[in-house]
């Protein structure tokens, strides 16, 4: 029964509690392996030499023996364990040199006794992997698999999930490795029980989900065998102290104040100003030369009035509703106009100013934080650049301008970044719904902005950068509502392994921030950006391709180097190179010249006229069993750049008219005019890059990761 199994526990862990322990022995570790269903092998706890020879005679094969002690976490490190002993001398022997290795490792260790467990199976068909689970600091409980033993740390073959996880998502941990083939059987060997292997993981999984106070469990090695596996060293350690909770609201409330922040009536300016260079002046110009049709009400004590509209003396005197506050005021006084704001009943406060928590003025972050939660004012920022709301046209902002209507929302934790998106966007004519900053985030974060924009419907792809998360979950939980619907892009900054430094198991180790990361946002259905430029140019991209119906991608080149280099390129981002059935290549070389190639990539020589790059393009367009072109392109006199983008760009329009909708990407190699002609292809639905075979199919593969995600690939190979 679930509640006598939890009963056991929470007894077991009040009583290692009350003696003032974090780190469970092995025999507490058995009792809550029992518990909850996890395979362990037998074992005793023999407290004199007499015994352990009684308990090995009992199981009458070669035992293991290990020091018990909740003072030494890591026991082969003090010498604390001995394998496959066997009759009473040597198990006597094996019994005094652990005692004396514990004793010499930390002499003021209390030694409990010593374990005798059962000797698990060894040879070909047998796999050491970890199983185990560590609580993060972004995402909370985390279920762990990889290979075990004592490389674990050195091979850092491990994949995490949110926990707990269901039996399909234990299943699918055991392929997430690199060495999944491994477990299926590899040189003569037989492949591993794969049912009784994630029935470990997720049992571990449940129960960290079951008792939050456990920080971390590692069960290194299990033993999988084809007939099962067992965990022949479990070790569970409690943490130091609960997490403070964070303040939730639930999804109305969000898109309630969100829709207020991003579609305003009336906006109020707090530091408004007449004095150019002024960032409340800067802010005012921006709202009034970027046509916001709503209100806008200038907040200074000072003032009559400000660039020609009435000036108030407080936000309190401001007559009617407000939906937003833009603060554009020294830091130290951010707090007093706070409480104005909320006893005005204004839902959001954006914050421009610096000097806070980014400062070391923690507290004083911790002061408006408290005034925001006290009368129910949501905060954007502090320390940001403002935000965009491009339908709207609302540019509430001390930056550039930018007012180019379109489907992608932008939001960046840091300024620079933000005005990087910024110069991209304008650059490459990209079409914006929003750009945010969110700095601090002392309040509204990245699952806010999700939420809404997943409901935007003028937002049709998302991409986020940001350095941390403050609620993983929640993150998570507002992508997986998404993602079905568009795409969430995010860059995450910050590669480090710092989550790894105090860790007291073998998982804890392994689980550095971006590992964890990596797994929890692709289990999210997230597209991870691998840098700034990427994020861009996914968010420019996906919007402009039509979601694949299947698998097969064919690539039509008039370079033979291209082609070498796009595939490279395919196979690089998880793509499938068709295997062009015989058909289909008879059918291609009707097209091009005998000394070109078919198979994949389709060579079609680089002096080829207009024709035939429309005849083949048409081809790929055509039959079914092809699903996405990855067209290479080689300046030549016979078919310039331009002649190649009109004649692509027809012949896809031709199709989508037809109801036939397949991404084609392009690389074009060749001299300057090949920019102008990708500018082309891209504004006509063909996603094409100059002077790169990776980029085009990069993008590509970005498509296809969000359409498996979202449950939208069919067709199949």
Known sequence: MAEDRELTVRALLDAVRAEGRAALTAPEGKVIADAYGIAVPGEELATDVDQAVAAAARFGKPVVLKIVSPDILHKTDAGGVVVGVEGPADIRAAFHRIIDNARAYAPDARIEGVQVQELLPTGADTQEVIVGA??????????????????????????????????????GMLDSIGAAEVLRGVRGARGVDRWALAEQIRRVSRLVTDFPEIAEVDLNPVIATPEG????????????GAPKPRRTYTREQILTTMRRLMQPRSVAVIGASNEQGKIGNSVMRNLIDGGFSGEIHPVNP???????????????????????????????????????????????????PSGFAETGEQALQ???????????????????????????DLCATFCTPYDVKGGVALTSQSGGIGMAILGFARTTKTGVSAIVGLGNKSDLDEDDLLTWFGEDPHTRCIAMHLEDLKDGRAFVEAARATVPKKPVVVLKAGRTAAGAKAAGSHTGALAGDDAVYDDILRQAGVIRAPGLNDMLEYARALPVLPTPQGDNVVIITGAGGSGVLLSDAVTDNGLHLMEIPADLDAAF??????????????????????????????????DPRIHSLVLGYWHTIVTPPMVFAEVTARVVQEFRERGVEKPVVASLAGDVEVEEACQYLFE?????????TEKPVAVLGAKYRWARAAGLLGGGR
Not at 366 to 392: F, K, M
């Open 684 to 692: 006509r639905g063909v996603v094409a890059y100059p002077y790169t």
């Open 229 to 240: 596996a067992v965990a022949a060293d479990i070790r569970v350690i409690l943490a130091e």
């Open 134 to 171: 560590v609580t993060d600091p972004t995402f909370g409980k985390v279920v762990a698999f990889g290979l075990g033993g004592v490389l674990v740390e050195v091979l850092k073959d491990i994949t995490f999930r949110l926990a707990p996880v269901d039996a399909d998502e234990a299943v």
């Open 589 to 622: 070389r009707k097209f091009i010249p005998p000394f070109g190639a078919a198979g994949n990539p389709v060579d079609i020589t680089g002096g080829e006229p207009p024709s035939t790059y429309e005849a083949t393009i048409r081809l790929g367009l055509e």
């Open 366 to 392: 911790d002061e408006i934080v408290a005034i925001g939660e006290r009368h129910g004012v949501r905060l954007l920022g502090p320390n940001i650049y403002g935000y965009y709301s491009t339908w709207q």
């Open 302 to 352: 000072r003032a009559d009035d400000i660039l020609g509209r009435k000036a108030y003396k407080s936000v309190t005197d401001v007559p009617g509703e407000v939906d937003v506050a833009v603060f554009a005021i020294p830091a130290k006084f951010v707090a007093a106009a706070l409480e104005e704001v909320g006893r005005k009943g204004i839902p959001n406060a954006v914050l421009i």
